[in-house]
């Protein structure tokens, strides 16, 4: 006969297969507390000239486990991107002062290839949308996000780093 496990009241027993199982309060709050430490803090840097934009997207973003980064150029990203603080995930405009998003997303891809772009951006032409896919975006979104959308990338991606 085939046994499964259970969390019980923070102790683990072996149930029979047809049993239901039951989980009490206590104990899927420790594990849920368990869970959480061993979570690290994520970095996400976002990247747009307009402050507004960057303050939006950065307050989408409030949680215990998220640390946002603002920059407003390309030249800031990099330096954040070098700087001691890691960066776990870039959220990047696509037209971008001085450069394009996709020459950014190179340049961050060649200093750091684990971490994802996902880009949001007032650009809704299919060319763009597939270009910056094609090189390797995370996602592409349009500006400004749906809230649930926009949280749902960002989680998949910091699961991803």
């Given at each position: 006969m085939e046994c499964k496990f259970q969390i019980q009241q923070n102790t683990l027993r072996t149930i029979k297969p047809d049993a239901?199982?039951?989980?009490?309060?206590?104990?899927?709050?420790?594990?849920?507390?368990?869970?959480?430490?061993?979570?690290?803090?994520?970095?996400?840097?976002?990247?747009?000239?307009?402050?507004?934009?960057?303050?939006?997207?950065?307050?989408?973003?409030?949680?215990?486990?998220?640390?946002t980064l603002e920059a407003a150029d390309p030249q800031e990203a990099l330096r954040r991107l070098e700087g001691e603080v890691p960066i776990h995930l870039v959220i990047s405009e696509m037209d971008l002062p001085g450069h394009s998003g996709l020459e950014f997303m190179k340049q961050v891809r060649s200093r750091r290839a684990e971490v994802p772009v996902v880009f949001v951006t007032e650009n809704d032409e299919i060319d763009s949308y597939l270009s910056a896919m094609d090189e390797g975006a995370f996602e592409y979104l349009p500006k400004p996000p749906e809230t649930r959308d926009f949280v749902r990338v960002v989680e998949r991606a910091c699961a991803l780093v």
């Open positions: 239901r199982p039951v989980f009490s309060n206590r104990g899927m709050e420790s594990v849920m507390k368990a869970v959480q430490q061993r979570s690290s803090t994520k970095n996400v840097l976002v990247v747009d000239q307009d402050p507004e934009m960057r303050l939006l997207l950065s307050n989408l973003l409030q949680s215990p486990l998220v640390n």
